[in-house]
């Protein structure tokens, strides 16, 4: 009975918490979870383009390949455009970038070269969206919500992320055409929904005043330079991830001999854990420094890939995955707070947008380098790369210069009263 209460009470925790936070954040986190539920196209590019375009498999990775540069650019653009044109902007552009592309390459017949540039331009709305949801965060939410908000964002993607190729493929099992409009819908029902609920912000004149204990020497050769190599010594993090999506399912289906279904219940385990533990985590967190969770965070991927590693076996994959998935909650948690908490306001969306550059980066390089390792060694070696490189993350992190948040209260968005009053213009400060 005293269990039930005290589990009663975490959940109403929670759920205050979360009610705590500006309404626009939690329409926000709305709609990226039923974005990403909604992304039914990507994980089955492949197989439209061979069936429904008659590509050979060579030409349609090919064309996934140069098409995904766009996540890249899409990262780019991210931060400039939410510096200079605003959050909102930033967000309904990219909603809007990624369903034109799809609405192109689910209608239109053309050489192939056509199917590489319009996936370019929807992957170039979907590099752009992450981003400036981070920096929206950073804008709306004080210093001690910023780690609840950045999990519950996670958590949000990850869990629509699950539903997504699941729907994306009773869709397309119909018909293609179903497929593409079922994405092409919710992205603008989304970016309608944003255009409604979330503040417009200037970001064309002056800034709102900095922060304490951000101040004018914050700038990128300064201040902000342990920022940057912090975002970029989180790759060290972030390749082993990626490094998973691409050699897991070629080791458990050729070393293992195990079916490809094996794969869809480690996307399962990684949700779970996520769901399940992403929130118990995030309430310890704010207990301890960012160096820390960062050596806490590779040691946990470090684990996790050394019992892959050296126990490679079916019960080593189910466990494996559950130790490092705890790394990768810690991980992508605390480098978006860090940024929001020491990155002068009008330079958050490019701070965030170099972030995503990171992820965007490991998908290109780390498949084609596993590749050749593979190709060239074999399966082992691949696993020993993986696990050698969070442990080069760990050495990076306890050397590297790692600062201690400022507890200000950010200064809420300047609006822009538009022409009709809507909810838009009800700006809230996240207190």
């Given at each position: 009975?005293?269990?039930d209460t005290?589990?009663?009470?975490?959940?109403t925790t929670w759920?205050a918490?979360?009610?705590?936070?500006?309404l626009?954040?939690?329409?926000?986190?709305?709609t990226?979870f039923?974005?990403?539920?909604?992304?039914f196209v990507f994980p089955?590019l492949?197989?439209?383009l061979?069936?429904?375009?008659?590509l050979?498999?060579?030409?349609a990775g090919?064309?996934?390949?140069v098409?995904?540069?766009?996540l890249?650019v899409?990262?780019l653009?991210?931060?400039p455009l939410c510096?200079?044109?605003?959050?909102?902007?930033?967000?309904v552009?990219?909603?809007?970038l990624n369903a034109?592309g799809?609405?192109g390459l689910?209608?239109l017949?053309g050489?192939?070269?056509t199917y590489?540039?319009l996936?370019f331009?929807?992957?170039v709305g979907?590099?752009?969206f992450?981003?400036?949801a981070?920096?929206?965060?950073?804008?709306?939410?004080t210093p001690e919500?910023r780690?609840?908000?950045?999990t519950?964002?996670?958590?949000g993607?990850?869990?629509?992320m699950?539903?997504?190729p699941?729907l994306?493929?009773?869709?397309?099992?119909?018909?293609?055409?179903?497929?593409?409009?079922?994405?092409?819908a919710?992205?603008?029902?989304?970016a309608?929904v944003?255009r409604i609920?979330?503040?417009?912000?200037?970001r064309t004149?002056?800034v709102?005043p900095?922060a304490?204990?951000r101040?004018?020497?914050?700038r990128?050769?300064g201040?902000?330079?342990?920022v940057?190599?912090?975002?970029l010594a989180?790759?060290f993090?972030v390749?082993?991830?990626?490094g998973l999506?691409?050699?897991?399912?070629l080791?458990v289906?050729?070393?293992?001999?195990?079916?490809?279904g094996?794969?869809?219940?480690?996307?399962?385990?990684n949700?779970?854990v996520v769901v399940?533990?992403?929130?118990?985590l995030?309430k310890?967190?704010?207990?301890y420094?960012t160096?820390?969770?960062?050596?806490v965070?590779?040691a946990?991927?470090?684990?996790?890939?050394a019992?892959?590693d050296f126990?490679?076996s079916l019960?080593a994959?189910?466990?494996?995955t559950v130790?490092?998935?705890l790394?990768?909650?810690?991980?992508?948690?605390v480098?978006p707070?860090?940024?929001?908490d020491?990155v002068?306001e009008?330079?958050?969306g490019?701070?965030?947008?170099?972030?995503?550059f990171?992820?965007?980066?490991?998908?290109l390089?780390?498949?084609?380098?596993l590749?050749?390792?593979?190709?060239h060694?074999?399966?082992?070696?691949?696993?020993?790369?993986?696990?050698?490189?969070?442990l080069?993350?760990?050495?990076?992190?306890?050397?590297?210069?790692?600062?201690?948040?400022?507890?200000?209260?950010p200064?809420?968005?300047?609006?822009?009263?538009?022409a009709?009053?809507g909810?838009?213009d009800?700006?809230?400060?996240?207190a």
């Amino acid at each position: 009975m005293g269990t039930d209460t005290s589990e009663g009470a975490a959940a109403t925790t929670w759920t205050a918490r979360f009610k705590e936070l500006p309404l626009p954040l939690r329409v926000l986190f709305v709609t990226s979870f039923v974005n990403r539920a909604g992304m039914f196209v990507f994980p089955l590019l492949a197989v439209y383009l061979v069936r429904s375009k008659d590509l050979g498999t060579a030409e349609a990775g090919l064309l996934i390949s140069v098409g995904s540069t766009g996540l890249l650019v899409g990262s780019l653009l991210s931060g400039p455009l939410c510096d200079l044109r605003g959050r909102r902007p930033a967000l309904v552009a990219a909603l809007a970038l990624n369903a034109l592309g799809y609405l192109g390459l689910g209608t239109l017949d053309g050489p192939p070269w056509t199917y590489a540039l319009l996936l370019f331009v929807a992957l170039v709305g979907m590099g752009m969206f992450g981003p400036a949801a981070n920096t929206l965060i950073a804008d709306l939410a004080t210093p001690e919500q910023r780690p609840f908000a950045y999990t519950v964002s996670y958590i949000g993607n990850n869990l629509g992320m699950g539903i997504g190729p699941l729907l994306g493929g009773l869709a397309a099992a119909y018909s293609y055409h179903l497929m593409f409009a079922g994405n092409i819908a919710v992205g603008v029902l989304c970016a309608v929904v944003i255009r409604i609920w979330v503040p417009r912000d200037d970001r064309t004149g002056a800034v709102r005043p900095k922060a304490a204990g951000r101040g004018g020497s914050v700038r990128l050769g300064g201040v902000h330079g342990h920022v940057l190599w912090l975002v970029l010594a989180s790759f060290f993090y972030v390749a082993p991830l990626i490094g998973l999506e691409y050699a897991l399912p070629l080791a458990v289906t050729t070393e293992l001999n195990a079916s490809a279904g094996l794969v869809g219940v480690v996307y399962t385990v990684n949700s779970v854990v996520v769901v399940g533990l992403g929130l118990q985590l995030e309430k310890r967190i704010a207990r301890y420094r960012t160096r820390s969770l960062l050596l806490v965070a590779g040691a946990l991927w470090a684990l996790g890939l050394a019992v892959l590693d050296f126990g490679f076996s079916l019960a080593a994959v189910l466990a494996s995955t559950v130790v490092w998935t705890l790394g990768e909650i810690i991980a992508s948690v605390v480098v978006p707070t860090y940024i929001a908490d020491h990155v002068d306001e009008h330079r958050v969306g490019r701070f965030m947008a170099l972030n995503g550059f990171v992820l965007g980066l490991a998908r290109l390089v780390v498949p084609f380098g596993l590749g050749l390792i593979w190709q060239h060694q074999g399966a082992r070696p691949v696993l020993h790369t993986m696990l050698v490189t969070p442990l080069l993350g760990i050495a990076v992190f306890a050397v590297l210069r790692i600062r201690s948040a400022a507890k200000s209260e950010p200064a809420p968005v300047t609006p822009v009263s538009p022409a009709a009053p809507g909810p838009a213009d009800a700006v809230h400060s996240g207190a």
